[in-house]
């Protein structure tokens, strides 16, 4: 493995993201944040949701932010590299075996991903504050599920661009992501869906339902939210999934 | 160390729509195979091309659009695998060992494919860096390359504003940054000014004198024999005829190539030419067109005039080449490179 190429990639992508901060700033987190204010802040201080739907909210909110980044580091740049500017295949000829190229696609992606988890926490809850009861017990615990919603956002990424024509961009915020934010219990606990039976049980195909149950129930723990060990078995099965489909999608793009 | 090519046999079937840059083959379409209900096309690409060009040679591939020359460029950088057949960058099979072919080899690929994210320096110091330069010795090869190539002072702009040419300029010196032992250069001077076409030309000289084995590209004749050692013409993904420029261009009959039309077509005046002195060869074209093929030009035409006249036919129109692989590429395949 030629980890002097895979680093200069990284360094590469670190150097774009830099360049493109403030875009990538507010592409990332105004949407997120007024949803914060407007749901979290603006209808719970005039009575119409219940105080403890801030706590519920801020992890729901990590999750959407993380995962929104990850695929849109991700993928976006596939999409356009692969099908337009083709500005990947010099990184393709570069001495290192293409599945590598891949991989350091998706740790960028990661880390993007938890940047954006990690900023997005003191930013709502500068905007939630005082109502958010944060409490995390288990802080390894926490790392971990950060980190698997990371990298599902960044295989998922993965996924999404090695397979999606770039005439489809539209549909894919419309008829993947949108679906997936809205069932994926990010606005409203896993439990929540107790009246609608069929439904909390279609949910659980749905990845995103792990990453915010899972953020949920290792930063406000006090709220019901799904068993940590279906959390962690979900996320790394949605990660292996992704990642394999990816790589595979990948190497169909890369050579022909 | 320096290294040739060498392909053995080399097919390539596409059984979907081809990339862009690869080229779409001869287009010629086999027996589809059952696959489903819907049974793809099969596109041959590449019909057994073998080829062997010598370490420090410039070799050019001359083809129309779409005879194989891009898709033999992208089984030999690792971009497509090949149907069967063999190919090797040195001692390395292409497609058993990417990583080692990878180090030897520089891509100029066919389509603009810059890092639109980075400036023209960025372009080159990154590109090093995959290749593990240091970080002093990418920052003097770009200087090095920048200025050779004209760009130094838009070397620290987003080349995302940068024309044809310059894109083109740049693409090259990214190439070369990591001094590979064999560049391929895929129709390099598509859409270059003059001006920059002999810049390119000039630079692909001392590159080959530097001890570099180049594999280029091109549908121009004028390209091809102002740079190559030696040529295949390529057609339909085979190699149809192989040599020096000056040897390929000397095994067309007599050299020179008549281009004949006439009002309609006569089999006894087509005899009757083939009688003239110093016609070796007479083939029926297009519609009411006939090529002769000559070892004298100029003084032909009066004596084809009056055969015509006498045989109560009108010649319409006379073109004259002189002895050029664009005759040589006619006489292999009866069509034109520009066709």
Not at chain 2, 72 to 80: I, N, Q
Request: aromatic letters at 8%; glycine letters at 10%.
């Amino acid at each position: 493995m030629n980890w002097k190429a895979f680093f200069a990639m990284l360094a590469r992508d670190a150097h774009v993201a830099r360049r493109n901060f403030v875009a990538l700033m507010f592409q990332t987190f105004l949407q997120p944040l007024m949803f914060v204010f407007i749901f979290g802040r603006v209808m719970v201080g005039s009575g119409y949701m219940p105080a403890s739907y801030q706590s519920l909210l801020l992890p729901g909110i990590m999750a959407i932010c993380m995962v929104g980044t990850g695929i849109w580091a991700v993928a976006m740049p596939l999409i356009a590299e692969f099908q337009f500017t083709h500005e990947i295949e010099d990184r393709l000829l570069a001495p290192m075996e293409i599945s590598w190229l891949a991989i350091e696609k998706v740790v960028a992606g990661t880390l993007q991903a938890l940047a954006a988890g990690f900023m997005v926490i003191p930013a709502a809850w500068l905007l939630l504050r005082p109502g958010v009861d944060l409490n995390v017990p288990h802080p390894i615990l926490f790392a971990v599920v950060a980190l698997l919603v990371a990298l599902f956002s960044a295989t998922g990424g993965l996924a999404l661009g090695c397979s999606m024509q770039q005439t489809h961009i539209g549909l894919m915020f419309s008829l993947i992501v949108a679906p997936m934010i809205f069932f994926g219990c990010t606005y409203y606990p896993w439990s929540a869906l107790e009246k609608f039976p069929i439904l909390q049980k279609a949910v659980l195909v749905n990845p995103l339902v792990y990453a915010s149950e899972g953020l949920r129930g290792t930063m406000v723990p006090q709220y019901a939210h799904l068993p940590m060990a279906a959390v962690v078995i979900g996320l790394l099965f949605f990660n292996v999934v992704l990642l394999f489909t990816g790589l595979r999608s990948f190497h169909g793009k890369s050579v022909s | 160390m320096v290294a040739g090519i060498r392909t053995r046999d080399l097919r390539k079937v596409y059984t979907s729509a081809p990339p862009v840059a690869a080229g779409t083959g001869g287009f010629s379409f086999g027996a589809p195979k059952a696959k489903g209900k819907q049974p793809k096309p099969e596109i041959v690409a590449l019909d057994g091309i073998s080829l062997e060009i010598l370490p420090g040679e410039v070799f050019c591939l001359l083809g129309p659009n779409g005879a194989g020359k891009s898709t033999t460029v992208g089984v030999l950088t690792t971009r497509v695998r090949p149907t069967s057949g063999q190919a090797f960058i040195g001692k390395h099979d292409v497609w058993k060992e990417q990583v080692a072919v990878k180090r030897l080899i520089g891509v100029v690929s066919q389509r603009p494919n810059l890092d639109f994210s980075l400036t023209a320096r960025e372009i080159l110091a990154f590109h090093g860096a995959y290749f593990g330069l240091s970080s002093h010795e990418r920052a003097k090869r770009a200087e090095t390359l920048l200025e050779r190539f004209k760009l130094t002072d838009r070397a620290d702009q987003m080349v995302r504003g940068f024309s044809g040419g310059m894109m083109q300029r740049l693409s090259i010196a990214r190439a070369m940054m990591h001094d590979p032992q064999v560049l391929f250069l895929d129709e390099p001077s598509a859409g270059l000014d003059p001006q920059t076409r002999l810049l390119l030309w000039e630079i692909v000289g001392e590159y080959n004198q530097s001890g570099k084995t180049i594999l280029l590209t091109t549908h121009n004749m004028e390209e091809a024999d102002a740079l190559c050692k030696r040529l295949a013409i390529v057609d339909h993904g085979r190699v149809i005829a192989l040599g020096t420029p000056q040897e390929l261009k000397a095994s067309v009959p007599g050299g020179f190539l008549l281009r004949l039309r006439f009002g309609r077509h006569s089999p006894e005046l087509v005899q009757r030419l083939q009688g003239l002195a110093g016609v070796r060869e007479v083939r029926a074209a297009d519609g009411d067109g006939t090529d002769l093929y000559a070892d004298r030009s100029g003084s032909l035409v009066a004596e084809v005039a009056n055969l015509a006249s006498a045989a109560g036919v009108e010649l319409c129109d006379v073109h004259i080449s002189e002895p050029s692989l664009e005759n040589l590429f006619l006489h292999h395949t009866g069509r034109s490179l520009r066709e």
